[in-house]
C-alpha cells in the first residue's frame, strides 16, 4: 500500500513539473512572439527588448535614449571638468632643446587616448599625433563617431489597450544638429587637451583632423 502510494506522490509530481514546463515554455514562445512582431516597428536595443514587460522596456529605452543626448551635450563641459591642468610650463628646456619632439608627441597622444568619456556614449576615439619642433606645431588625427551615436527614435510609448510599443523618431534636422555638436565639442576637448597638458611648453599650433569610418549613402563607399 505504501509503495503504491509512493508511486501515486512521484507520478504526480513528475505530471506538476511537466506541467510547469509546457507554462514556462508557452509563456516564453508568447514573449518572443511579442518580441518578434513589435522588432519589425522599434529600434530598441537587444538587451533591453529581452525584458518581458513590454511597458518596462519603453521606459528603459527612454531613461538611456536621455542619458545618452544629455551625455552628448555635455561632453565639452563635463570633459574640462575631468581636466588636472598642470603647473605653467617650463619653455625653456623647449627653447633649448633638451625635450625631444617624438617625447612631446607621445604626451599629447597619451594624455588625448585617455581623455575619459561618458560610459553613456560607448565609444573611444582612436587618436594619432605628429609634432614639428620648427612651427611647434601639433597635428592630431583623430577617430570620430558616425551619425549613429545620436539616437535615432526620440521616444517610445506603450499603449496599454492594444499591448503596443509606438516609436516616435527623431526629426532628421535634430540629428544633424545634435551630431555636429558633438564632433564640435570632440574637437575642441581633444584641442583643450593638448594645451593643458603641455608640461613642457613646446606647442604653440594646433591642427586638428577627424576622420568618420562610415559608408557613403550616395555612393555605398
Known amino acids: 500500500m505504501a509503495s503504491r502510494q509512493r508511486w501515486a506522490r512521484a507520478v504526480e509530481e513528475e505530471w506538476a513539473a511537466q506541467e510547469k514546463e509546457r507554462e514556462q515554455a508557452a509563456h516564453k514562445e508568447k514573449h518572443e512572439a511579442r518580441l518578434a512582431k513589435w522588432s519589425r516597428y522599434t529600434t530598441l536595443d537587444p538587451d533591453i527588448a529581452e525584458k518581458r514587460d513590454l511597458e518596462r522596456q519603453v521606459l528603459a529605452q527612454n531613461r538611456k535614449i536621455e542619458k545618452r543626448v544629455d551625455a552628448l551635450s555635455r561632453i565639452l563641459t563635463r570633459g574640462l571638468t575631468r581636466l588636472a591642468l598642470p603647473n605653467a610650463p617650463d619653455v625653456s628646456d623647449v627653447a633649448d632643446h633638451k625635450i625631444e619632439p617624438k617625447t612631446i608627441a607621445r604626451v599629447a597622444e597619451y594624455h588625448l587616448q585617455r581623455s575619459s568619456l561618458d560610459d553613456d556614449l560607448d565609444f573611444k576615439p582612436e587618436v594619432r599625433v605628429a609634432y614639428t ?21 526620440k521616444h517610445y510609448r506603450y499603449i496599454k489597450s492594444r499591448d503596443e510599443i509606438s516609436e516616435t523618431a527623431r526629426p532628421q534636422s535634430q540629428v544633424k ?45
Do not use: C, W
Request: charged content about 20%; proline content about 6%.
Open 177 to 221: 544638429s545634435i551630431y555636429a555638436n558633438t564632433i564640435a565639442q570632440l574637437t575642441l576637448l581633444s584641442i583643450a587637451t593638448v594645451f593643458a597638458t603641455d608640461e613642457h611648453g613646446g606647442i604653440d599650433v594646433v591642427v586638428y583632423n577627424g576622420l568618420v569610418d562610415t559608408i557613403d549613402p550616395r555612393s555605398g563607399q
Open 133 to 153: 619642433p620648427e612651427s611647434r606645431q601639433l597635428v592630431i588625427e583623430s577617430e570620430l563617431p558616425d551619425v549613429s551615436v545620436v539616437p535615432k527614435a
